[in-house]
């Protein structure tokens, strides 16, 4: 019977004197994400490089998707405690072996010895493991190179680890240790693998739509609030602003060249989303642009585009090519949402030729045709805000 999960950390091994900072907001998060699933409070033990989380008597699948879903964990594993005793740790190794399906032909000992009081070392304790499992599992035999079956175990302070086990996690930072960016969330494939990847590397991220009724409909917004959904999934909850777009991108159409529309709609867009990122307290905006996917992408457009503001923009997937961006966007359960057909305000009012070399001094000569100001100060007033949490039930999402 297996008593805990360890789990391990990646990079917060490398961060030196502030490495217990995000250990425990590592074993936070993990508390706040098993209290999501189960609304209960896992008792977690830190040692040496290691975070155990005791099982007391429940099956270790319960915690694996949880675990999975906490950025900052690289892989976990239940595993069998035995005392500090050979005889001890030989049958509870035994025992985990036997318990594997399938009926394993070959398979090799790893030990580890973070304690090194321990009297006997690795290597020794490596070769009389193996070899008792190897006398009691009848057609069994050691490949040290390609095993079907690795055992290990870790001689720590307080007893001996046993596990044959090692599930994987996303890695990257514990969420909450970055700061807080405003992802700009459309309705496509990109822009939440471009949130989730920020998640990764500790960020804490609220999201923001630019919604077009009539011209894009409610079933739009509602594409939206799932994607959100499956992002609150690593997070428990997001808050998704909705900001009414409809009236600057009639304004563009009716008074701007038209093969600068996307241009200075983008240019609008940071301007909204930088002003309410300071109202959030957000430190950057995130976006999921990559160089040259569509004209908006350029270099030249992100130049001036990126002109309007002063806040730093992630670009998470800007090398990125766009099956590189579909093959996460499936891993991380958001393509099939990102794929309804239904249109957001990025894919309504198109130019036939739109500018993949704007030029600022065009874009500054064509918004002296618009009140921008006025514009930008009257979407960010009537911008609706929804939490969005991953348990949400109803058909909208809405809380």
Avoid at 32 to 37: E, G, T
Avoid at 111 to 124: A, C, E, L
Avoid at 167 to 188: E, F, V
Avoid at 313 to 331: N, Q, W, Y
Wanted: with cysteine; hydrophobic share 40%; glycine share 6%.
């Amino acid at each position: 019977m297996y008593d805990h999960i360890l789990i391990r950390y990646g990079e917060l091994a490398l961060k030196g004197r502030n490495q217990m900072d995000f250990v425990r907001r590592l074993v936070k998060n993990i508390k706040q994400m098993v209290y999501q699933y189960y609304q209960e409070s896992p008792v977690l033990e830190m040692e040496k490089g290691r975070i155990f989380l005791k099982l007391n008597g429940q099956e270790p699948q319960k915690y694996y998707e949880p675990l999975a879903n906490v950025f900052g964990i690289l892989s976990f594993s239940p595993v069998r405690k035995a005392e500090l005793d050979m005889d001890q740790i030989k049958k509870a190794a035994l025992e985990e072996f036997r318990s594997l399906p399938g009926g394993p032909k070959t398979f090799r000992t790893t030990v580890r010895r973070p304690n090194k009081r321990f009297p006997v070392k690795s290597p020794q304790a490596q070769r009389e493991i193996g070899a008792y499992i190897l006398k009691n599992v009848p057609n069994l035999k050691v490949d040290l190179h390609n095993p079907e079956v690795e055992v290990f175990v870790e001689l720590r302070d307080d007893g001996a680890y046993i596990y044959t086990q090692k599930i994987y996690g996303h890695g990257g930072l514990p969420l909450g240790t970055g700061g807080k960016a405003l992802l700009l969330l459309s309705g496509g494939i990109d822009s939440p693998v471009a949130g989730w990847l920020t998640m990764k590397r500790g960020i804490e991220i609220e999201a923001l739509h630019f919604y077009s009724y009539p011209y894009t409909s409610e079933r739009a917004k509602e594409k939206v609030v799932d994607l959100a959904k499956v992002l609150a999934k690593y997070c428990g909850q997001i808050n998704v602003h909705i900001v009414p777009f409809t009236k600057i991108q009639e304004a563009i159409s009716a008074n701007c060249y038209e093969s600068l529309w996307i241009t200075i709609m983008r240019r609008f867009m940071f301007r909204i989303a930088e002003r309410i990122a300071r109202r959030r307290e957000a430190l950057a905006l995130v976006t999921g642009e990559s160089i040259g996917q569509v004209a908006s992408q350029t270099l030249d457009s992100m130049y001036a585009i990126n002109e309007v503001t002063n806040m730093p923009v992630i670009r998470p997937l800007i090398t990125s090519d766009k099956e590189e961006i579909m093959e996460l966007a499936r891993k991380i359960d958001t393509y099939d949402i990102s794929i309804r057909p239904y249109a957001d305000c990025c894919t309504v009012f198109l130019p036939r030729e739109p500018k993949t070399k704007p030029k600022l001094v065009l874009c500054h000569k064509e918004e002296t045709k618009l009140k921008v100001e006025e514009l930008v100060e009257e979407a960010v007033n009537n911008t609706e805000t929804i939490l969005i949490k991953a348990d949400e039930k109803d058909e909208f999402g809405y809380f």
